[in-house]
């Protein structure tokens, strides 16, 4: 089955620095890959998604690139504000179509 | 537009005790999927539902869990005869048709998840 591996499990900025979070996925078949935030106690929130006919894509702080030869995305945020802290997941989906398999997650600390 | 709807959002239960688990999906979806969360892991995929159907439940296990999504009401995870390592966050999301193919998976909204702890 798919697998999709996230780095690194934990991230600790300084507020207006930049934050990048990598995944990689092995199923080539794999052509939407979302990025959700959970803050605590929380459901995941979509924040952005990207398909694999783009390569990259922003949304005022945030960007996703992707690389389908080398089968690996990225989340960027720029300019981290405490509130950004959070658990962030990387997602691709499967070979079914729907089911999206999620890494392990990336917990963002902004400091202040 | 009220979102997914979850509830319960705790469940606390004893081994050999029955969990069911509720999903309301947002209005004008009609596809579920639920998802199991363990302590510091991903969302597992679990299993996708249409109305009175289950299209995938390949990610369910075999025995003890089973789910539906009646004509009318909310979609309804099961867990009979729960043991410990059935603690976990089960989340709900909906989503307004199918994507497959060459369009990409469909964009999934997620409920708050109901937190099942089992003594």
């Known amino acids: 089955g798919e697998n999709v591996e996230q780095h690194p499990s934990t991230l600790s900025v300084q507020e207006g620095d930049s934050a990048v979070i990598k995944c990689t996925y092995s199923?080539?078949?794999?052509?939407?890959f979302p990025w959700y935030k959970q803050e605590l106690g929380k459901g995941p929130q979509l924040i952005i998604d990207?398909?694999?006919?783009?390569g990259e894509k922003k949304d005022q702080r945030i960007a996703v690139t992707l690389n389908k030869t080398a089968k690996h995305f990225s989340l960027h945020i720029t300019e981290t504000q405490p509130e950004d802290s959070a658990v962030y997941f990387c997602?691709?989906?499967?070979?079914?179509?729907?089911?999206?398999?999620f890494g392990k997650g990336t917990s963002l600390l902004v400091t202040p | 537009n009220a979102g997914v709807m979850q509830n319960p959002r705790h469940l606390v239960r004893r081994r050999g005790q029955e969990a069911r688990l509720r999903c309301s999906p947002m209005k004008g979806h009609s596809h579920v999927y639920w998802y199991r969360q363990l302590p510091e892991e991903g969302l597992k995929f679990m299993v996708y539902?249409?109305?009175?159907?289950?299209?995938?439940e390949s990610g369910m296990p075999k025995e003890r869990f089973s789910a539906e999504f009646p004509k009318e009401g909310p979609s309804i995870l099961r867990i009979q005869q729960v043991v410990r390592g059935d603690s976990a966050a089960y989340f709900c999301?909906?989503?307004?048709?199918?994507?497959?193919?060459?369009?990409?998976?469909?964009?999934?909204?997620f409920g708050a998840g109901s937190r099942l702890t089992v003594l």
């Open positions: 999301a909906s989503s307004p048709n199918q994507g497959r193919g060459a369009s990409g998976a469909n964009v999934l909204t």
């Open positions: 997602a691709a989906s499967s070979n079914s179509g729907y089911a999206l398999n």
């Open positions: 199923d080539s078949a794999s052509n939407y």
């Open positions: 990207i398909r694999s006919n783009v």
């Open positions: 539902l249409q109305k009175e159907n289950i299209i995938d």
